[in-house]
């Protein structure tokens, strides 16, 4: 059920107490706009969450991106979590994964034609990515990575993620649980979605996790679950009749590698189908090492046939420049890719709404010029007035509708 996964320490809820004044102090700085949140006539969308990591922040840029890139010039603008370069950095084709992190990269490497930055100080960020200085086309869009606590840009869309079976109104702030903000900052959310979520939710479960988010008339909330493509080899190199849907895991003995913050749904995706599911896990963007190496050699060494390895996406970004993994490991390990699902019929809604808001606010885009393209009453077109999106009346008493 939701929320299962939370476990509040309450030992250290003083010291969360603590942390929260500060978290505090710092928004009623920027709401008294004493710090400055800087609007963007690009059009903005960030995606973000309350939580420490684990919420599908990946897979739903990755969605916006194949919403978007087909009509617009698509930017990705990261942090760059863990990498080893500092300031700005617009990765291209040959950029290690250690100069952009393990996020970004993998991003880069399924998505050419788009642009992948990172920058730590976002303003900078887009300010260099609008420049026309380093990209070889003007950017029509950029897409925030993690971004829900950086207000020192304020998007057009703010995009919530929460994950089913980590509810924020169920955490607690850290260092008790995981929550970076209070509860009450995912006002601040144009979009809230609901991630993760089982496929066996039923009608009664949406409405009592709406009553339960309490959200306002101008937020919209979706629910999104898990959807997993074909098994692709890390290493090896497949024959064109070979199975590698995740059909073909069943009956065999599966050592599910990762180093993601929440590996639990995957594990719980995978073992109605595999004849054992043996967990190996690491942090989160964990570097694997060389005791790391014998530790994965000897887990799969140890296991009986057939035996196959499971990974993630980020995790194989990581793998594939790791040297001393044994040949059996190397021809047997696969990653396993994941999209996001829009369950309530949501998908058609959500695209409307994204598109509308890059719709009216662009400037070069193909979409600019769509027929829905809506002037200000006083003939005045946006400009470079701060580009926000309203979901005002799209509810009934703060209600979707189903």
């Known amino acids: 059920m939701e929320g299962d996964f939370i476990k509040v320490n309450k030992l250290l809820l003083p010291l969360s107490w603590l942390y929260g004044c500060g978290v505090r102090f710092r928004n009623f700085l920027f709401e008294v706009n004493i710090l400055k949140s800087r609007s963007f006539a690009t059009p903005v969308i960030s995606v973000g969450n309350l939580t420490v990591g684990g919420t599908g922040k990946t897979p739903h840029v990755e969605y916006l991106v194949r919403l978007l890139e087909k009509q617009l010039h698509v930017a990705v603008l990261s942090r760059g979590y863990k990498r080893k370069s500092r300031g700005f950095l617009l990765a291209d084709d040959d950029t290690p994964m250690r100069d952009i992190g393990d996020e970004p990269y993998q991003m880069k490497q399924k998505f050419k034609d788009i642009d992948v930055a990172v920058d730590k100080k976002r303003t900078r960020g887009i300010e260099n990515l609008l420049s026309g200085e380093y990209t070889k086309k003007a950017v029509d869009?950029?897409?925030?990575?993690?971004?829900?606590?950086?207000?020192?840009?304020?998007?057009?869309?703010?995009?919530?993620?929460?994950?089913?079976?980590?509810?924020?109104?169920?955490?607690?702030?850290?260092?008790?649980?995981?929550?970076?903000?209070?509860?009450?900052?995912?006002?601040?959310?144009?979009?809230?979605?609901?991630?993760?979520c089982p496929k066996t939710l039923t009608p009664m479960d949406f409405r009592v996790?709406?009553?339960?988010?309490?959200?306002?008339?101008?937020?919209?909330?979706?629910?999104?679950?898990?959807?997993?493509?074909?098994?692709?080899p890390i290493f090896s190199k497949s024959s064109n009749d070979a199975d590698t849907s995740l059909e073909?895991?069943?009956g065999k003995n599966v050592l599910l590698l990762t180093g993601i913050a929440s590996p639990r749904q995957m594990y719980l995706d995978i073992q109605p189908?595999?004849?054992?599911?043996?967990?190996?896990?690491?942090?989160?963007?964990?570097?694997?090492?060389?005791?790391?190496?014998?530790?994965?050699?000897?887990?799969?060494?140890?296991?009986?046939?057939?035996?196959?390895?499971?990974?993630t996406e980020k995790d194989a970004v990581r793998l594939q420049n790791v040297e001393g993994l044994s040949e059996e490991v190397r021809q047997n390990i696969y990653a396993l890719p994941v999209k996001v699902a829009f369950m309530l019929e949501g998908e058609e809604s959500f695209n409307e709404k994204i598109i509308g808001y890059v719709r009216?606010?662009?400037?070069?885009?193909?979409?600019?010029?769509?027929?829905?393209?809506?002037?200000?009453?006083?003939?005045?077109?946006?400009?470079?007035?701060?580009?926000?999106?309203?979901?005002?009346?799209?509810r009934e008493d703060g209600v979707p509708v189903f």
Do not use: W
């Open 273 to 311: 189908l595999a004849g054992s599911v043996s967990p190996l896990r690491f942090g989160d963007h964990h570097s694997f090492r060389k005791k790391d190496v014998r530790r994965i050699n000897e887990a799969f060494a140890a296991m009986q046939s057939p035996k196959v390895i499971v990974t």
């Open 209 to 232: 996790l709406t009553k339960q988010m309490s959200l306002y008339p101008y937020q919209e909330l979706y629910f999104t679950t898990l959807e997993y493509d074909n098994l692709t």
């Open 360 to 394: 009216k606010n662009s400037r070069n885009s193909i979409l600019a010029k769509g027929k829905d393209d809506i002037k200000s009453e006083d003939g005045d077109s946006a400009g470079d007035r701060p580009r926000t999106i309203s979901f005002r009346n799209n």
């Open 248 to 250: 073909s895991l069943r």
């Open 141 to 196: 869009v950029i897409l925030l990575d993690d971004a829900f606590q950086h207000r020192y840009v304020k998007p057009g869309v703010n995009i919530l993620l929460v994950d089913y079976r980590r509810l924020v109104i169920h955490d607690g702030l850290l260092p008790a649980g995981r929550l970076r903000e209070p509860v009450s900052c995912k006002d601040r959310a144009d979009i809230v979605i609901v991630t993760k």
